[in-house]
């Protein structure tokens, strides 16, 4: 069964408050209102995560004595007392203001499925990173959110099963409506004064950090004494240098790198990619490959069109994040974390994020870019956290074990968590491994079966088409019954204005998916990249495949009409993997 969950409620005032949690390990950080902010929303998911049963999918010890560690990743709603303009504007996070936040979605993983694995009934999640894995439990709860608003005095309770974290500390009250219908769409939109904030316990993998790396195996040569090699402070030097020779003040490098994407890369390893290159998980080139792209690209994609996806766009307006906040702790095992030299180190990376996330798509976006920010505040099954408790470890027991026995290796599982939409509502909280329920059985019963629900994540495709197509149902009764229809075709209903202005502006970014000549282009191009390591653009699917979806220009989006997508490199997955009904037959000639 699946165990009830809800996050922490953290209500913060910045009139002159002081969270000890919020503060950074060194004191060399002004302690701003904007800072504050981002504290606060790193804290709420931290809080989040601290509620949950240490047994399950958490970083634990390993049989061989190794501690695991993880990236957590989470989504928090921001709710100001005031109406202030914006979330996280300047306006917003002056200390006049009282600032309410609600964790809707927390997630820990660093595993996806290698491409020979993806499931052909949608029933196994193909990609578990944090940062990936927040954002469906977001999705789910959004949708669960507006129908419960919507219908609040129709639905009747359901109870909640299993072993759960404290829901005491959850203000309803604060939360009982976050949403209004806009006037122009006749969809909902997020009201104003309430925000959406997407907290990382690290750097995402892919294009933004790309430099960290750099810098860390600079680190890694001066402790080994390796001769010839740049150091940190000289690289730091330099990209403070390529920055001014672009004319960035702020150290960024915003200005490197094409402002299309040209071709994919295949992890971290995969030379020649620079700056602006696109790249697939995992990082490791000898890992098995997979076409899910890096969370860099992932988050940059969704702060242009939302978090709510393809489905939920035919009764959700887009829901982008307002802001970005990174944890920096990664950052303070490069260099010391105190004086000038640390703060510029801060100012470059920050400003390479900013271009991976934001500026790599503004030429196709008139939209507000979220705002990138980090916080100091420590993860504790964070690498950094845990290969710290490791060393000291070490030194108290005097072992004389080496570090290569001794370091801590990444792991496995993931969790999930979101709290209920209200009083007497079910939650959600997984524990998750290799993209299903851990513990639970996952086999077939027969070869073109779905795993049974027990084994299934409630937010896989096949459990999230299952539960948005109930929602729709009720929401928009105008959408026709989903008998007999894919997860595809109801991704692609074109005969929907909301889902047709999400499918627009996504084919102007990654390009479109609406032909049969597409599709076989994308199965040869996934086929050819799990055995290569780059592949030339004038492979790219969009560029040679006209968009059936494109005929007329998006609506109310903010996204211009680039030549080429600037993400045409994009691997989308082929549609036989989305060729399934909502009790997960697979439909047509897909085989396995």
């Known amino acids: ?226 001769q010839g090699t740049i150091t940190p402070e000289q690289l730091l030097d330099r990209f403070e240098g390529i920055g001014a020779r672009h004319g960035d003040t702020d150290g960024s490098v915003a200005s490197l790198g094409p402002a299309t994407a040209s071709t994919p890369s295949r992890g971290r390893a995969a030379g020649g990619g620079g700056s602006a290159t696109l790249r697939t998980k995992p990082g490791r080139p000898d890992s098995p490959p997979s076409i899910c792209m890096s969370c860099s690209d992932k988050l940059a994609l969704w702060a242009q069109l939302g978090i709510q996806g393809s489905l939920a766009s035919a009764v959700l307006e887009p829901i982008r994040p307002h802001s970005i906040i990174m944890g920096d702790e990664a950052l303070r095992q490069v260099l010391p974390s105190e004086g000038d030299q640390f703060r510029r180190f801060r100012a470059v990376l920050l400003a390479e994020c900013k271009r991976a996330i934001s500026l790599r798509l503004e030429r196709a976006s008139d939209l507000p870019s979220p705002a990138v920010a980090w916080t100091s505040v420590a993860f504790v099954d964070s690498r950094e956290s845990v290969e710290r408790r490791t060393r000291a470890e070490m030194a108290r027991q005097s072992t004389g074990r080496s570090w290569s026995e001794c370091e801590p290796v990444p792991c496995a599982g993931s969790i999930l968590c979101s709290p209920p939409t209200a009083p007497g509502t079910a939650g959600l909280y997984e524990n998750l491994v290799g993209g299903t329920r851990m513990g639970a059985p996952a086999r077939h019963r027969a070869p073109r079966d779905p795993l049974k629900p027990s084994s299934r994540s409630r937010v896989c495709k096949l459990d999230y088409y299952r539960e948005a197509t109930s929602i729709l149902a009720r929401l928009r009764p105008d959408l026709g019954p989903a008998a007999g229809r894919s997860y595809l075709d109801a991704k692609h209903r074109l005969d929907d204005g909301g889902v047709r202005a999400y499918r627009q502006a996504k084919a102007l970014l990654v390009g479109g998916r609406c032909n049969d000549k597409r599709d076989a282009l994308l199965e040869s191009l996934a086929a050819e990249f799990v055995t290569s390591r780059r592949i030339p653009v004038r492979h790219s699917a969009a560029a040679e495949v006209s968009v059936e979806c494109d005929a007329a220009p998006p609506q109310a989006d903010g996204l211009a009409r680039p030549d080429v997508p600037p993400f045409a490199a994009w691997l989308v997955t082929p549609s036989r993997y989305e060729h399934f009904d909502i009790e997960g037959r697979i439909l047509g000639p897909a085989s396995s």
């Open 1 to 226: 069964m699946v165990a009830t969950s809800a996050t922490s409620s953290r209500s913060t005032s910045h009139r002159g408050s002081s969270h000890p949690q919020s503060q950074p390990a060194d004191g060399t950080q002004p302690c701003t209102p904007g800072q504050r902010f981002h504290d606060d929303v790193a804290a709420a998911c931290l809080a989040a995560y601290h509620a949950l049963p240490a047994k399950g999918a958490k970083p634990a010890r390993r049989t061989n004595s190794r501690l695991e560690w993880t990236i957590l990743a989470g989504l928090v709603l921001s709710r100001s007392d005031d109406d202030v303009g914006p979330p996280c504007s300047p306006r917003c996070c002056t200390a006049e203001h009282e600032h309410h936040f609600l964790a809707i979605s927390i997630a820990t993983g660093l595993k996806c499925l290698p491409y020979d694995r993806l499931p052909l009934n949608g029933d196994v999640l193909h990609d578990t990173h944090a940062e990936v894995l927040a954002r469906r439990g977001a999705r789910t709860w959004l949708l669960a959110k507006l129908d419960q608003e919507v219908h609040a005095a129709q639905l009747a309770p359901v109870a909640a099963t299993g072993a759960a974290p404290d829901v005491a500390s959850v203000d309803y009250g604060l939360w009982a409506s976050i949403f209004e219908r806009s006037p122009k769409t006749a969809r909902w939109r997020l009201r104003h004064g309430i925000g959406l904030h997407w907290y990382v316990s690290a750097m995402p993998c892919g294009d933004a950090s790309s430099q960290l790396l750099a810098f860390q195996q600079a680190k890694q040569d001066q402790e080994a004494g390796v």
